[in-house]
């Protein structure tokens, strides 16, 4: 099944923030001109885009994999799964996620992963055949994430800052500073304490339930703006 793509830069992010493969390394130098033709985002914003860019294309695809393990795998506090951040692993959140699911399939969208419906990058691609101001809408949803996102790998100093600043100017720059601050506040596990980090990942199962209005009202409006008819996104290389 396949969607025509309405935003290649929607695109470009999701595939930034994928697990990185020798494919995604050799797409790169399209990835990049995308981005750095993105007129919504700034100079600024493109230019620090520009090293995960060249690191993603240049590095060992080994010490990539493992970059991306250690910051988005084995932290909770990083995790790129949307709902995640929201209400963890309650039963909320799997309603919230059958929600998801059914907004997808309705959109004629079929995500070739096997990563649950909320991670960032499946978001993003499916947002990509979204129009321009809905899409903009639903990342204004999920703007004080990006933001803490961000925040948390300014200080681990990690090139992928630079793609949740941009995801932020998409979003329309705005972020609920009160939200913000009480995600920041969450004690993060230390990613090489394995003892700890079993620990806080060992909560209860996502419970995919029947009520597709489970969780909180932000999640629900998020998926009631995502709720318009769509294609499903090619790669950004087909186009």
């Not at 963890?88 to 799997?94: I, L, P, V």
């Not at 809408?137 to 990690?158: C, G, M, P, T």
């Not at 601050?181 to 060992?202: F, H, K, S, T, Y």
């Amino acid at each position: 099944m396949t969607a025509r793509l309405k935003d290649r830069t929607l695109k470009a992010l999701s595939l930034l923030l994928s697990y990185p493969t020798r494919d995604l390394q050799r797409a790169m130098p399209e990835i990049g001109g995308a981005l750095a033709a993105e007129t919504r985002l700034t100079a600024v914003a493109r230019r620090d885009l520009r090293p995960l860019v060249e690191a993603l294309a240049a590095s060992d695809i080994y010490e990539l994999e493992e970059q991306y393990v250690m910051l988005f795998d084995r932290s909770r506090t990083l995790s790129l799964n949307l709902f995640e951040h929201v209400h963890g692993e309650s039963r909320d959140r799997g309603g919230a996620m059958v929600s998801l699911v059914e907004t997808y399939r309705e959109g004629g969208f079929d995500p070739a992963t096997s990563e649950l419906p909320d991670h960032l990058p499946v978001l993003l691609e499916f947002l990509a055949t979204r129009p321009e101001g809905e899409a903009r809408e639903v990342l204004a949803d999920a703007a004080h994430i990006f933001e803490v996102l961000r925040e948390r790998l300014l200080r681990r100093d990690s090139a992928y800052t630079a793609v949740f600043a941009a995801l932020t100017q998409l979003a329309g720059g705005t972020a609920d500073a009160e939200i913000v601050q009480d995600l920041l506040a969450q004690p993060e596990a230390d990613p090489n304490d394995l003892e700890a980090l079993d620990a806080v990942w060992e909560e209860s199962e996502v419970r995919f339930g029947p009520d597709p209005n489970a969780g909180c009202p932000q999640v629900r409006d998020m998926l009631a703006r995502m709720d318009m008819p769509a294609k499903p996104a090619p790669d950004l290389a087909a186009e």
